[in-house]
């Protein structure tokens, strides 16, 4: 028999419970007995959601997430953190956003920790923190409380931990102190947490080591063994688990270390499934994530069996299956969707939907084919009418494609000659103010968006509401003296899905919810043909703001690659393709913007870093047409319109290079979280154009002080000319209230006349 099981499953529910019962807490609305109750509830649904398989896992659901459930778990809080009053919630949520529910809302609690990608995915985790008085002790009474639910409930239960090596490569030291230092007191930890799921009775634990996916030094090659050959001797079955990427030369290291069973991601390794059925050991299991758990096409159940047939000959009950990685980068439920195409619904699989798909491949290499006839006849036919569908192949597209030229990629004139012009026509101080785009998303905003969907509103109506509320953004930034203004984006459901909603060849979902960091939720619109732009999308609302003002007004776009990573993307063509189209959609807007009298424009690439590849050997080929996408989409304006680009929380050092290749006039990025530490990359490399280093972080409900912006905006003088700088916050402030917006702001107006003021004193210290 083939026994299947699942990596991690989505958190939030059907339906973002788990988010609303968040942000209900931290409002004081509901009591941690009612967070509690409901984070129960919702994994005993996940567990029955899960039912169809041989095992549920436990540990895979977290209030915010599972890294810093993990630092919890090996007492590695911030010191920052530990010394303040509360329970242990409260210290968890300090961690993750600087305030507990307990602290004075018009005090600063703590600094929130860093938060960075999840590897190559819009997933954001807390950033382990390690510095010389790093001590680790084990607290594992919440993911034994987990284990018991599950059981409680009649599941057969599997544990999932992080790696400690994955552990300690995603944590950054706050000091000089090596992170393999700490290897040794780490994997003693880990020892006494196996030997107390051992003792709670678990067989098997999942072990999460994505970094096997990663270009590794013989340092952290050398760690992964010692860690495990030191875990062997305890009387547990480790499922030590990969994703995300290729092993290439990890593999032999992972087939070699002494665990029970090896997870090999079969959609992005599926070259290497042969190799590790022939070097892995005969008594150890090979599970293989075999359904996309990234992206909701439906998979191709007939090709999977005539792959795996084979497989499962040689290796039999050795053989387990389960999603390629958690279920968390896809939303819930297919099932909940009412108004979604029939057509493009017949192709789709969510969460429940690939489990369903393990479930027919497990049933079809058990009992064979016949078993599963009727599924695998309705898979094909739904299969045949994608590759035939006249919905997803546009000529029109296909044409202008092959008419791009190196020519559109270029802008007139270089930063130098165009600053020059920019700077005669957009009269602007020193350390001018603005901010990234979006303004607070209030009720009444969220609530007339409703009533438009289910008519309640006309277009008209909804037309005027919104420019109720841009003008509200227009006077508030005027009571600010802000000095480049946005209008806010209150007619904005998120930055990519609205923009293709408007585009050919998107699809939407009513509940396709995914999680992006905390009760941060997104709802990744559906590339699934051709895509092109057929009308202005935003200049009715930037002009609109701009009449209100003698202030200059930015445009605001979402650029090619962030509309590329940031959706489901079509998979029947490689993915440079689709990213052209996108860019020449959004230079139509952007062209379209510019005629109507636009000066600035700010095409968004919050997510161009976590597309690259996890193997820097494999960086170029992406950041090539990565680039290029972008320059196409901005460079068709005069010099004297100028580009503004903003980029989320990335690690980015390493790919400056590229970055300046974009030739952004402007660029802003989210930085105070790292205590401007992002800006190491300007000691070395020296940036040619304009940057705004974000100094407002609009993570957390922190208010940051005058004094703190100085001190920001003073490091990066260090690096940056002072007649290049900007000052402006790390993101975008739509889920920021008014009550916290104003002041904060305030703040950052007021560091920056002060800067402008004190230009001497500030150059030289």
Same mark, same amino acid.
């Given at each position: 028999?083939?026994?299947?099981?699942?990596?991690?499953?989505?958190?939030?529910?059907?339906?973002?419970?788990?988010?609303?019962?968040?942000?209900?807490?931290?409002?004081?609305?509901?009591?941690?007995?009612?967070?509690?109750?409901?984070?129960?509830?919702?994994?005993?649904?996940?567990?029955?959601?899960?039912?169809?398989?041989?095992?549920?896992?436990?540990?895979?659901?977290?209030?915010?997430?599972?890294?810093?459930?993990?630092?919890?778990?090996?007492?590695?809080?911030?010191?920052?953190?530990?010394?303040?009053?509360?329970?242990?919630?409260?210290?968890?949520?300090?961690?993750?956003?600087?305030?507990?529910?307990?602290?004075?809302?018009?005090?600063?609690?703590?600094?929130?920790?860093?938060?960075?990608?999840?590897?190559?995915?819009?997933?954001?985790?807390?950033?382990?923190?390690?510095?010389?008085?790093?001590?680790?002790?084990?607290?594992?009474?919440?993911?034994?409380?987990?284990?018991?639910?599950?059981?409680?409930?009649?599941?057969?239960?599997?544990?999932?931990?992080?790696?400690?090596?994955?552990?300690?490569?995603?944590?950054?030291?706050?000091?000089?102190?090596?992170?393999?230092? +700490? *290897? !040794?007191? $780490?994997?003693? @930890?880990? #020892?006494? /947490?196996?030997?107390? =799921?051992?003792? &709670?009775?678990?067989?098997?634990?999942?072990?999460?080591?994505?970094?096997?996916?990663?270009?590794?030094?013989?340092?952290?090659?050398?760690?992964?063994?010692?860690?495990?050959?030191?875990?062997?001797?305890?009387?547990?079955?480790?499922?030590?688990?990969?994703?995300?990427?290729?092993?290439?030369?990890?593999?032999?290291?992972?087939?070699?270390?002494?665990?029970?069973?090896?997870?090999?991601?079969?959609?992005?390794?599926?070259?290497?499934?042969?190799?590790?059925?022939?070097?892995?050991?005969?008594?150890?299991?090979?599970?293989?994530?075999?359904?996309?758990?990234?992206?909701?096409?439906?998979?191709?159940?007939?090709? +999977? *069996? !005539?792959? $795996?047939?084979? @497989?499962? #000959?040689? /290796?039999?009950?050795? =053989?387990?299956? &389960?999603?390629?990685?958690?279920?968390?980068?896809?939303?819930?439920?297919?099932?909940?969707?009412?108004?979604?195409?029939?057509?493009?619904?017949?192709?789709?699989?969510?969460?429940?939907?690939?489990?369903?798909?393990?479930?027919?491949?497990?049933?079809?290499?058990?009992?064979?084919?016949?078993?599963?006839?009727?599924?695998?006849?309705?898979?094909?036919?739904?299969?045949?009418?994608?590759?035939?569908?006249?919905?997803?192949?546009?000529?029109?597209?296909?044409?202008?494609?092959?008419?791009?030229?190196?020519?559109?990629?270029?802008?007139?004139?270089?930063?130098?000659?165009?600053?020059?012009?920019?700077?005669?026509?957009?009269?602007?101080? $020193?350390?001018?103010?603005?901010?990234?785009?979006?303004?607070?998303?209030?009720?009444?905003?969220?609530?007339?968006?409703?009533?438009?969907?289910?008519?309640?509103?006309?277009?008209?109506?909804?037309?005027?509401?919104?420019?109720?509320?841009?003008?509200?953004?227009?006077?508030?930034?005027?009571?600010?003296?802000?000095?480049?203004?946005?209008?806010?984006?209150?007619?904005?459901?998120?930055?990519?899905?609205?923009?293709?909603?408007?585009?050919?060849?998107?699809?939407?979902?009513?509940?396709?919810?995914?999680?992006?960091?905390?009760?941060?939720?997104?709802?990744?619109?559906?590339?699934?043909?051709?895509?092109?732009?057929?009308?202005?999308?935003?200049?009715?609302?930037?002009?609109?703001?701009?009449?209100?003002?003698?202030?200059?007004?930015?445009?605001?776009?979402?650029?090619?690659?962030?509309?590329?990573?940031?959706?489901?993307?079509?998979?029947?063509?490689?993915?440079?393709?689709?990213?052209?189209?996108?860019?020449?959609?959004?230079?139509?807007?952007?062209?379209?913007?510019?005629?109507?009298?636009?000066?600035?424009?700010?095409?968004?690439?919050?997510?161009?870093?976590?597309?690259?590849?996890?193997?820097?050997?494999?960086?170029?080929?992406?950041?090539?047409?990565?680039?290029?996408?972008?320059?196409?989409?901005?460079?068709?304006?005069?010099?004297?319109?100028?580009?503004?680009?903003?980029?989320?929380?990335?690690?980015?050092?390493?790919?400056?290079?590229?970055?300046?290749?974009?030739?952004?006039?402007?660029?802003?990025?989210?930085?105070?979280?790292?205590?401007?530490?992002?800006?190491?990359?300007?000691?070395?490399?020296?940036?040619?154009?304009?940057?705004?280093?974000?100094?407002?972080?609009?993570?957390?409900?922190?208010?940051?002080?005058?004094?703190?912006?100085?001190?920001?905006?003073?490091?990066?003088?260090?690096?940056?000319?002072?007649?290049?700088?900007?000052?402006?916050?790390?993101?975008?402030?739509?889920?920021?209230?008014?009550?916290?917006?104003?002041?904060?702001?305030?703040?950052?107006?007021?560091?920056?006349?002060?800067?402008?003021?004190?230009?001497?004193?500030?150059?030289?210290?």
């Amino acid at each position: 028999m083939v026994t299947t099981h699942n990596l991690g499953f989505p958190r939030i529910g059907r339906k973002r419970e788990l988010k609303f019962a968040l942000e209900n807490y931290w409002k004081k609305t509901i009591s941690q007995e009612d967070l509690l109750k409901t984070a129960a509830e919702l994994r005993k649904q996940h567990w029955c959601d899960q039912s169809m398989l041989d095992w549920v896992s436990a540990g895979d659901f977290s209030l915010y997430d599972h890294v810093l459930d993990t630092s919890f778990m090996l007492g590695n809080v911030p010191e920052r953190v530990r010394r303040l009053s509360g329970g242990k919630l409260d210290h968890y949520f300090r961690t993750a956003r600087g305030r507990a529910v307990v602290d004075n809302a018009d005090e600063c609690s703590v600094n929130a920790s860093e938060m960075t990608k999840w590897f190559d995915t819009n997933y954001h985790y807390i950033v382990p923190e390690f510095d010389k008085n790093t001590r680790f002790s084990l607290h594992v009474d919440p993911l034994l409380r987990q284990i018991n639910e599950g059981r409680k409930h009649g599941f057969r239960v599997k544990p999932v931990i992080l790696g400690p090596v994955t552990y300690l490569w995603l944590g950054k030291s706050k000091d000089d102190t090596n992170k393999l230092d +700490l *290897l !040794d007191e $780490l994997v003693s @930890v880990y #020892a006494q /947490l196996l030997n107390a =799921l051992e003792q &709670a009775g678990c067989e098997w634990i999942q072990i999460d080591e994505p970094i096997l996916v990663m270009e590794l030094g013989q340092d952290w090659q050398h760690a992964l063994r010692k860690a495990y050959y030191q875990l062997q001797t305890l009387p547990v079955k480790l499922m030590l688990t990969t994703y995300f990427g290729q092993l290439q030369n990890n593999l032999q290291l992972a087939c070699e270390l002494p665990v029970s069973g090896l997870h090999l991601d079969a959609i992005t390794a599926k070259d290497e499934v042969a190799r590790v059925v022939d070097w892995l050991p005969g008594h150890k299991v090979l599970s293989l994530g075999i359904i996309n758990g990234r992206n909701i096409w439906k998979a191709d159940l007939s090709k +999977l *069996l !005539d792959w $795996l047939e084979p @497989v499962h #000959a040689e /290796l039999q009950d050795r =053989l387990w299956l &389960a999603p390629s990685c958690s279920l968390l980068h896809v939303p819930v439920d297919l099932g909940s969707e009412q108004t979604l195409d029939d057509e493009i619904r017949s192709w789709l699989a969510f969460a429940i939907q690939k489990l369903h798909e393990i479930e027919i491949i497990a049933k079809a290499l058990s009992q064979g084919r016949s078993s599963v006839s009727l599924q695998l006849e309705k898979n094909s036919a739904a299969l045949y009418s994608r590759r035939q569908s006249g919905r997803v192949h546009r000529p029109a597209v296909k044409a202008r494609m092959n008419e791009i030229s190196d020519a559109m990629a270029v802008r007139k004139s270089s930063y130098l000659e165009r600053t020059v012009k920019q700077r005669k026509k957009i009269s602007l101080p $020193l350390f001018p103010t603005t901010t990234i785009g979006s303004f607070p998303q209030t009720q009444t905003i969220r609530q007339a968006r409703l009533d438009l969907r289910k008519s309640k509103l006309s277009d008209q109506e909804y037309r005027k509401l919104m420019q109720k509320e841009i003008e509200t953004c227009v006077q508030e930034q005027e009571a600010l003296d802000l000095d480049v203004f946005v209008h806010g984006e209150p007619e904005r459901n998120d930055m990519v899905e609205y923009f293709g909603e408007q585009l050919a060849g998107y699809a939407f979902t009513q509940f396709g919810w995914v999680q992006s960091y905390g009760s941060r939720c997104v709802k990744p619109p559906i590339i699934y043909g051709d895509v092109a732009h057929t009308h202005p999308i935003s200049t009715e609302w930037i002009q609109y703001a701009q009449s209100l003002t003698s202030k200059p007004v930015k445009g605001m776009l979402t650029g090619p690659v962030t509309m590329l990573n940031w959706s489901f993307v079509r998979d029947d063509q490689p993915s440079a393709q689709t990213c052209l189209q996108l860019a020449l959609a959004v230079r139509d807007e952007v062209l379209a913007l510019e005629a109507a009298g636009i000066g600035i424009i700010q095409i968004d690439e919050a997510a161009l870093r976590e597309g690259l590849p996890l193997r820097k050997s494999q960086w170029k080929t992406y950041l090539d047409w990565a680039v290029r996408a972008f320059r196409i989409a901005a460079n068709g304006v005069q010099d004297t319109t100028q580009i503004h680009t903003h980029m989320c929380y990335s690690e980015f050092n390493d790919i400056i290079e590229a970055i300046a290749d974009m030739d952004a006039d402007v660029i802003t990025i989210e930085n105070s979280r790292s205590d401007m530490e992002l800006l190491n990359a300007f000691d070395q490399f020296r940036y040619p154009n304009e940057i705004g280093p974000g100094v407002y972080d609009i993570h957390s409900p922190n208010i940051p002080s005058v004094d703190s912006i100085i001190g920001l905006m003073k490091k990066a003088a260090q690096r940056i000319p002072v007649d290049r700088l900007w000052v402006n916050p790390d993101c975008g402030l739509k889920t920021r209230s008014w009550d916290e917006v104003r002041p904060a702001l305030r703040n950052m107006v007021a560091a920056s006349r002060y800067l402008a003021s004190h230009l001497k004193t500030f150059r030289v210290s």
